[in-house]
């Protein structure tokens, strides 16, 4: 818990300081750091199996189970559902001693649902408390979660276009051929050679969201030796 409450105090930095991490949390989680709520296609964007096991269990009509042959083809026999680590776990307190029937098969759906999509709650939690020692975190339920997201991460993509807004040019312009060239092979990188640019020119691998966000720009200085040649200043 320590742990992910210092993971809430460095992502309320990343959006007082505007220098976003690189950061891959589930969708859901931003979900519930803006206290939206959860649903079943949250659980299917990061486990489609158990997703489609639960709704198997809950629509079965037309597969051919019925009442008689329920135990037969459904492989389990009480509340118990595999937690997001693979282990076996009640879904409800004493869930090993409640058997799985056909009549009481949505109420197992329901909790083994709401036992998942829960599941780190505890640990969001810790996450928000880490967050509010740095910024008011009530106001983040103003915030959907893909803006949240960008507010802390940033941009994903590098973009040229976003290249160009953080550059200044000393002693050459953008219109030299040098620079065009420049241009015209990060136009033909990968997005993950992009990121290994702007690692290269401003030791980080994200841009904020809003290029008004960026207050530190790299520089392209020209060097006149036996040929024009340039090179990047960090400032």
């Known amino acids: 818990m320590v742990q992910f409450r210092f993971l809430g105090i460095l992502m309320a930095v990343a959006i007082r300081t505007k220098k976003p991490l690189d950061l891959h949390l589930a969708p859901w989680v931003w979900k519930q750091l803006c206290c939206i709520p959860l649903g079943g296609p949250d659980l299917e964007e990061v486990d489609l199996l158990t997703y489609r096991s639960l709704h198997g269990i809950l629509h079965l009509d037309n597969s051919g189970i019925?009442?008689?042959?329920?135990?037969?083809?459904?492989?389990?026999?009480?509340?118990?559902?595999?937690?997001?680590?693979?282990?076996?776990?009640?879904?409800?307190p004493g869930g090993h001693n409640i058997s799985l029937t056909f009549s009481n098969k949505s109420d197992y759906v329901e909790r083994a649902l709401d036992y998942r999509l829960h599941e780190m709650d505890r640990q969001v939690a810790a996450v928000r408390e880490g967050m509010s020692s740095i910024i008011p975190v009530p106001l983040l339920s103003l915030l959907t979660a893909r803006q949240l997201e960008q507010l802390v991460c940033g941009l994903p993509e590098v973009s040229v276009e976003m290249l160009k807004k953080v550059v200044r040019y000393r002693d050459i312009t953008d219109s030299h051929q040098l620079i065009g060239w420049l241009w015209q092979s990060l136009e033909e990188f990968a997005n993950e050679e992009r990121v290994l640019?702007?690692?290269?020119?401003?030791?980080?691998?994200?841009?904020?969201?809003?290029?008004?966000?960026?207050?530190?720009?790299?520089?392209i200085i020209k060097v006149d030796r036996v040929s024009t040649q340039f090179l990047f200043q960090f400032e």
């Open 66 to 92: 019925t009442e008689d042959n329920f135990h037969v083809m459904i492989p389990l026999d009480s509340f118990m559902a595999h937690s997001a680590d693979g282990k076996l776990v009640p879904v409800v």
């Open 197 to 219: 640019f702007l690692r290269f020119v401003s030791g980080r691998s994200r841009l904020p969201s809003n290029p008004a966000d960026i207050t530190q720009k790299f520089q």
